[in-house]
């Protein structure tokens, strides 16, 4: 029996399960998925929000606030990259200029550094290609980009090698309970029994919660995104101003130089993994309202995240009915933002005793592209699986693929998430096969076995005998 296991590797699970391992505990974490961040840490903007949207003495704004302030610090103790670029939030009339001034209000009770609004012309010279009708912005400098992916694969990286089990293809369908130890049992008939449960599961927290015995309801918000390749558009997210379903669209660089347009607020089931075909005019006019000249040529590809939201409008965060069950769940946008501060402020509420050991630093995967002439000879010297380039278009190398594979990828979109194979500008056109057979060779498993994303996803047909 753990003393405590997670349901559910987000970065949310991710980030609880390595604070827990500060401390003299034993963690599992059980997740539905063959590897992590498949939910929606897997599918968002990656923006670290500075924190002036949330609604002041929510959750959200307190852990917004904080988790902006530790992000910094926390992306470099685990080489996640972290750019801090600042963010625009622009006008275009009277109506949006005062919403600008509701925001910054919002900010200031929330204790955001730095903000202030901005003339369009201003504005303009930040972004020149801002839209000639914005007036004003509100500008938030604190705000960052971080590549979520990364972050996730980090955190369960360190938490491993700080000691927590991560149990994979475990999807928990029921729950029971004796004594001071809950059983969570998966689909194939596996058990795992801990003192304490820590549901995290996501856009799966309504049901999984319900097992637990609380009865909570979340909805489904889906975000549609249109990316693009790497030019340079804009250096920092540009939101339109808020509507009354988020946000709204917002013109952003990722942390790895490409940008996108997006996202959208649509209410879907839970399954919903398609992008709407009105979606990509809905998004164009959106983004046309903010910015001139979008490259549109430069489209790669679409995707889409799905949004948990609480019907308290809030994150739910505390104990459960059982008061041996955590809920961690309705973490919707600026859940990544906030992940340095829920993951400490859960960790901490449980009073335990802190180990001397625990180490916090963990070095991504050495990659040929970061490296000068000099870096990559030395790396091919190392290992002459650094000259055998497989994805052209991101520069990745048959040995960075292999040390993927070691550190947890079982699926082609693990060592896409990890390694960006595929993500470039033919999208897994010239290196999808090449990368299928890594990995399985890796794997030890056959080709027509290897996997997209989830079980079952398969790419090859098998040949019929
Ligand atoms: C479109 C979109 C844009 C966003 N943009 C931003 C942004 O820019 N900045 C920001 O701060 N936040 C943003 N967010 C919010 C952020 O992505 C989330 O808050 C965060 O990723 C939530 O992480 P999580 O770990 O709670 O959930 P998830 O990442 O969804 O992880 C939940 C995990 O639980 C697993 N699971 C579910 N059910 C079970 C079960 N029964 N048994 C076992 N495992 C189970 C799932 O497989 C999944 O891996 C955005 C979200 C979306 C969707």
Known sequence: ?????????????????????RYKASVALVEAAPDVCTGSSGANSGIVHSGYDPKPGTAMAKYNALGSRLFRAYAATLDVPYKQTGSLTVATDPTELASLELLLERGRVNGIDGLSIISGDEARKLEPNLSDRVTAALYAPTAAVVNPFELTFALRENAEANGAEFIFDFRVVSAGREDDCTTLRAADGRAVSAKTVINCAGNGGGEVARMLGDIVRLSHRAGEYRMFDKVHFVGRPVFGAPTSRGKGVLVCPTADGNFFIGPTAVDVRRSFVGIRSEAFGELAAAANKIVKNLPYDKQITTF????????????????????????????????????????????RSFNLEKRTDFNPSRHRIKRLCDQDAAGRKALIESDSDYGKIVCRCELVTEAEITEAVRRGARTVDGVKKRLRAGMGRCQGGFCMSSVINILSDRLGTDATEAEKDKRGSYILAKEEQ
């Open 304 to 347: 889409v995240g799905v949004r948990a939201m609480a019907d308290t409008g809030d994150f739910m965060i505390g104990k459960g009915r059982n008061p041996n069950v955590y809920n961690v769940i309705g973490i919707c946008s600026p859940g990544l933002s906030c992940v340095p501060a829920i993951a400490i402020s859960v960790a």
């Open 1 to 21: 029996m753990y003393d405590f296991c997670i349901i559910g590797g987000g970065a949310i699970g991710c980030a609880i399960a390595r604070e827990l391992t």
